[in-house]
Structures are given as structure tokens and as C-alpha cells.
């Protein structure tokens, strides 16, 4: 376990509630334990020094007894100190490996988390703002003309502000899953397929093989980039989704992969041709003569 996975694990729950989602029930079970013996505490006590409890020894009326008596107390607080010192140490290598089974369990569920926890509640909040940007009618995000708009019209555009906040929180969230899990893109490095399954909607006419593929024009405002997600036409075409890692290398490969194939094929293709011209005209090859 790092520190880094056990605090995205942290923000991974957090984040639950502000993105309408719920974690895998035995990762949250994992997860409690860990915090609840983290939080676990022990009673300090105090050490006994003879030096500063001899005092009560100076006395007219000391026994033997006496001494023998407060000798055992300093032993007893000694031995209680050390039990509660191991007991501390023991502790500590619990909430360790208890943390150690939260995030291995998380790491090993990345990809389901994002397939059957997150994107259920990712497509709640696209059905919802679709059905709130169409109360909104021809007044959109106009917030001046919203003032003496309907009821229902105010109400969608308050609902599409808190669904954009939770679109964030499921966003947010799913990064947090694949950081936990060390899931990394094999293909599609610059996330061109993170949000859009269709990105080249975005660039009609375009062809792996004539330019990079631009990237989308988000709204800035998170409000406005649902508004638009649901709304304009070409991000509609472009299909919003949530991929796990792995579905969108396979959506990037679907697009590009052809062309790397290619280019493989070329450059094995040079590499060989060069080869065989190194070996120069009149020597004899491996396996001639």
C-alpha cells in the first residue's frame, strides 16, 4: 500500500455521496475497518520514576513494607507502560495491513468500479440533464431571461447546476479509481477517448491519416459543458460516456490502430531492406554457399 492509494481510496468514498454513487460493499466494509482501528485509542500511562515518587517514603512511620508496596507500583506502572507501547506498536501494523486490503481490493476492482458503480450513476445524471435542459425550453442558460421565465424553467436550470456538479464529482471519481488501481493507458495516452466514445465527431471529414484529432470545445463553466454535452449536436453525436481504461485504449485502437499496424509494418519493412543492403553485393549470406 502507498500513501498515494490509500489517500485516492480516501477521496474514492468521499467522494460518494456528491456523486450519487455507491462503492462495492466489500470495499467499504475494508475500507471502515481500516479507519476504525486508525481511530482506535489506548490509555497513556504514566511512567513511575523513583526519584520523583520517593518522596513518599519520607515518613517517621516507613515500613519495609511500605517500601516493598511502592516498589511494586513503580513495577506495575512500568509493566502496564510497555504492554500499552506494544499494544501501540501492534495497533499500528493493523491499521497497515488492514489499509493494505482496502486498496489492494480497490486496485484489483478498478475497472469494475467505474463499469458498475460510477457509469450507472453517470447516466442518471445525462438522462437528468437531458430532461432538464428540455424544461429550460428556448430560454437555455440565458440567466437574465430566466428571471421571468416559468417555474419549471427556473427549477430545471437549478437542477442542471447541481447535476453538473455531480457529473464533476463522478469524473473526479473515476480518476481517483484508476489511480488506486495504477490503471494507465496503453494507447490512448492523451485521453482523447476519456470523455467522448465518438470524439471525431467533433472534426467532420477528418481521417487519422490527414491531421490530429482536435480536441472538443468545452465549455469553460461546468454548468454550460453539460448544457452543451446534452444539447449540441455534435457532442450528442460524439456519445459522453465513462470508459474504463481498457475501453477506451480499445476505442482509440478501433480509430488509430490500423495506421499503426502500418507504420510497424513499414519501418519492419525498411529495417529488413536495409539489412539486406548493409550485406553488400558479391558476400555471401547466412545459409549460401
Do not use: C
Not at 467522494?15 to 485509542?41: F, K, S
Amino acid at each position: 500500500m502507498s500513501r498515494g492509494q490509500l489517500l485516492g481510496l480516501r477521496e474514492l468514498v468521499d467522494l460518494q455521496e456528491a456523486g450519487g454513487y455507491q462503492l462495492p460493499d466489500d470495499l467499504l466494509e475494508a475500507y471502515r475497518t481500516h479507519l476504525r482501528l486508525r481511530d482506535l485509542t489506548l490509555d497513556e500511562v504514566p511512567l513511575l520514576h523513583p526519584t520523583e515518587v520517593s518522596g513518599r517514603l519520607v515518613r517517621p512511620d516507613v515500613t519495609p513494607g511500605d517500601v516493598l508496596a511502592l516498589a511494586a507500583e513503580i513495577d506495575d506502572a512500568t509493566t502496564r507502560r510497555r504492554i500499552t507501547d506494544t499494544a501501540s506498536s501492534v495497533r499500528n501494523a493493523a491499521v497497515e495491513f488492514a489499509g493494505d486490503i482496502a486498496t489492494t481490493l480497490a486496485a484489483d476492482a478498478a475497472d469494475r468500479i467505474v463499469a458498475d458503480h460510477l457509469r450507472p450513476a453517470f447516466n442518471d445524471v445525462l438522462d437528468q440533464a437531458r430532461a432538464a435542459a428540455a424544461k429550460l425550453g428556448g430560454y437555455g442558460l440565458n440567466t437574465r431571461a430566466l428571471l421571468s421565465a416559468p417555474k419549471a424553467s427556473r427549477d430545471a436550470f437549478h437542477a442542471l447546476e447541481a447535476l453538473a456538479d455531480r457529473y464533476q464529482a463522478i469524473r473526479a471519481a473515476r480518476t481517483k479509481a484508476n489511480n488506486v488501481g495504477r490503471r494507465q493507458p496503453e494507447h490512448d495516452h492523451e485521453y482523447t477517448f476519456a470523455t467522448f466514445e465518438n470524439p471525431q465527431a467533433f472534426a467532420p471529414g477528418w481521417t487519422p491519416n490527414t491531421a490530429r484529432l482536435p480536441r472538443p470545445p468545452y465549455p469553460d463553466d461546468p454548468t454550460e459543458s453539460l448544457y452543451w454535452m446534452v444539447t449540441d449536436a455534435q457532442a450528442v453525436e460524439a456519445k459522453p460516456w465513462l470508459p474504463t481504461t481498457p475501453e477506451a485504449d480499445a476505442a482509440w485502437w478501433a480509430v488509430f490502430g490500423e495506421g499503426v499496424e502500418s507504420r510497424a509494418a513499414a519501418a519492419s519493412y525498411a529495417r529488413s531492406l536495409s539489412n539486406t543492403q548493409a550485406v553488400g553485393p558479391g558476400v555471401d549470406r547466412p545459409g549460401q554457399g
